[in-house]
């Protein structure tokens, strides 16, 4: 990136609403600036539609429990950003409730308890039990702004809390928390320039890729209490992009490039290698790693012994860490832009320009889950009946 993006600090978290407008693939959202408070919208893009089979359930909104999957389509067009709908589908009986409608992004909380939502007025707490639905952060009328560089909001496996990182134009980027508990909101600036960002599956720290004027990239262990992050240069010759921690916290997995400074890396592909670099009792001047595959797309399982990746971009593989070996799960479609291992281990969803698809790690089940443009896959959730 040859030019730095950053925010004034007064402005940072309405900043915060308008970047979950970015869509979480992008790394170089399109602005959209001029956006009022509350704007007409739109005509609606040509799109194929996403069917969508309303609940019988009398009680706003909250599904029985199980399993679900959450995404977003995009039903129309304002200042160049989607406006969305906010999607569950159940993974059992295929219904799927709708959420919530015109929106520029959202998230839904692991445990299927809360959903944050962007809107053109602030960002809102949807407590999917009641349906109450309380405002955040709400934009001043008199805002005018581009969207930042920044991700959607990320949730620990508790639903205790969520992360994202985000900066725009001429200020410093920044950590962005927000709690459940209270309905939280807090910003921490960074001492360096974060991208991608990652969070723990405890909660306690977000891993991203950030710039640093002397190291070029270098990865970074950014603790989510607010203390100083930690940052540990990459491998000679490979370049450190959207590094993951595995869910059991004991590697690092990480896709290697082109970087900011526009240098090609040595080798393509994603990498993985041990954690103990990131412990705060650890010094590591560098990463050791192995390379798994020639690609860009890839997803820990739960336990995280094992790395499901796009092969070819037409398959989809699963690399074993323990025996180092690779195995074909199934046929994609072109065009992949994410996918997910569900926590139950019993699905692996892959999204691409056409919509959303889910595999069964043993290769023996494949569905299509949603068609059409400009859907986007939120994450899993999984309900229980005490919620």
Same mark, same amino acid.
């Given at each position: 990136?040859?030019?730095?993006?950053?925010?004034?600090?007064?402005?940072?978290?309405?900043?915060? %609403?308008?970047?979950?407008?970015?869509?979480?693939?992008?790394? !170089?959202?399109?602005?959209?600036? *001029?956006?009022?408070?509350?704007?007409?919208?739109?005509?609606?893009?040509? #799109?194929?539609?996403?069917?969508?089979?309303?609940?019988?359930?009398?009680?706003?909104?909250?599904?029985?429990?199980?399993?679900? #999957?959450?995404?977003?389509?995009?039903?129309?067009?304002?200042?160049?950003?989607? #406006?969305?709908?906010?999607?569950?589908?159940?993974?059992?009986?295929g219904?799927?409730?709708?959420?919530?409608?015109?929106?520029?992004?959202?998230?839904?909380?692991?445990?299927?308890?809360?959903?944050? %939502?962007?809107?053109?007025?602030?960002?809102?707490?949807?407590?999917l039990? /009641?349906?109450?639905?309380?405002?955040?952060?709400?934009?001043?009328?008199?805002?005018q702004?581009?969207?930042?560089?920044?991700?959607?909001?990320?949730?620990?496996?508790s639903?205790?809390?969520?992360?994202?990182?985000?900066?725009?134009?001429?200020?410093?980027?920044?950590?962005v928390?927000?709690?459940?508990? =209270?309905?939280?909101l807090?910003?921490?600036? %960074?001492?360096?320039?974060?991208?991608?960002?990652?969070?723990?599956s405890?909660?306690?720290?977000?891993?991203?890729?950030?710039?640093?004027?002397?190291?070029?990239?270098?990865?970074?262990?950014?603790?989510?209490?607010?203390?100083?992050?930690?940052a540990?240069?990459?491998?000679?010759?490979?370049?450190?992009?959207?590094?993951?921690?595995?869910?059991?916290?004991?590697?690092? !997995?990480?896709?290697? =490039?082109?970087?900011?400074?526009?240098?090609?890396?040595?080798?393509? *592909?994603v990498?993985?290698?041990?954690?103990?670099?990131l412990?705060?009792? &650890?010094?590591?001047?560098?990463? &050791?790693?192995?390379?798994?595959?020639?690609?860009?797309?890839? &997803?820990?399982?739960?336990? =995280?012994?094992?790395?499901?990746?796009?092969?070819?971009?037409?398959?989809?593989?699963?690399?074993?860490?323990?025996g180092?070996?690779?195995?074909?799960? *199934?046929?994609?479609?072109?065009?992949?832009?994410?996918?997910?291992?569900?926590?139950?281990?019993?699905?692996?969803?892959?999204?691409?320009?056409?919509?959303?698809?889910?595999? !069964?790690?043993?290769?023996?089940?494949?569905? /299509?889950?949603?068609?059409?443009?400009?859907?986007?896959?939120? *994450?899993?959730?999984?309900?229980?009946?005490a919620?």
């Open positions: 990136m040859n030019k730095k993006l950053r925010a004034f600090p007064s402005l940072l978290l309405p900043l915060v %609403l308008l970047a979950c407008a970015s869509r979480s693939r992008q790394i !170089s959202p399109s602005p959209a600036g *001029g956006l009022p408070v509350s704007p007409p919208l739109s005509p609606p893009m040509t #799109i194929t539609p996403v069917a969508t089979k309303w609940p019988t359930r009398t009680s706003f909104p909250q599904p029985p429990a199980g399993a679900y #999957i959450a995404f977003t389509a995009a039903t129309g067009v304002q200042a160049d950003t989607p #406006i969305r709908t906010l999607f569950l589908r159940d993974m059992s009986t219904d799927q409730y709708t959420l919530a409608r015109d929106i520029f992004a959202g998230s839904v909380s692991p445990d299927g308890s809360v959903a944050l %939502l962007s809107k053109a007025d602030g960002l809102y707490a949807l407590n039990a /009641t349906g109450s639905e309380d405002p955040v952060y709400r934009y001043e009328a008199d805002l702004l581009y969207p930042p560089h920044c991700s959607t909001f990320q949730w620990s496996r639903a205790k809390l969520a992360a994202t990182v985000c900066g725009a134009p001429f200020e410093q980027y920044s950590l928390t927000f709690r459940t508990s =209270g309905s939280k807090r910003s921490v600036p %960074l001492a360096m320039d974060c991208f991608a960002p990652n969070l723990s405890d909660g306690s720290l977000v891993l991203a890729t950030c710039f640093d004027p002397d190291r070029g990239d270098v990865v970074a262990y950014i603790p989510t209490d607010g203390t100083s992050l930690t540990i240069p990459c491998p000679p010759g490979l370049i450190c992009n959207r590094p993951r921690l595995s869910p059991d916290g004991l590697h690092l !997995s990480f896709f290697s =490039g082109e970087g900011r400074s526009g240098e090609p890396s040595e080798q393509w *592909g990498f993985v290698g041990e954690a103990a670099c412990s705060q009792s &650890t010094v590591c001047d560098s990463l &050791t790693t192995v390379h798994v595959a020639q690609t860009e797309h890839w &997803t820990w399982s739960p336990d =995280g012994s094992q790395l499901a990746f796009i092969q070819g971009e037409m398959e989809v593989a699963i690399y074993n860490l323990k180092r070996t690779t195995r074909v799960v *199934g046929g994609t479609r072109p065009s992949v832009w994410a996918m997910q291992w569900a926590p139950n281990g019993e699905w692996i969803a892959v999204v691409t320009e056409s919509g959303i698809s889910v595999f !069964s790690p043993d290769g023996a089940s494949r569905e /299509t889950i949603a068609s059409g443009d400009l859907i986007e896959l939120v *994450g899993w959730v999984t309900v229980s009946s919620n």
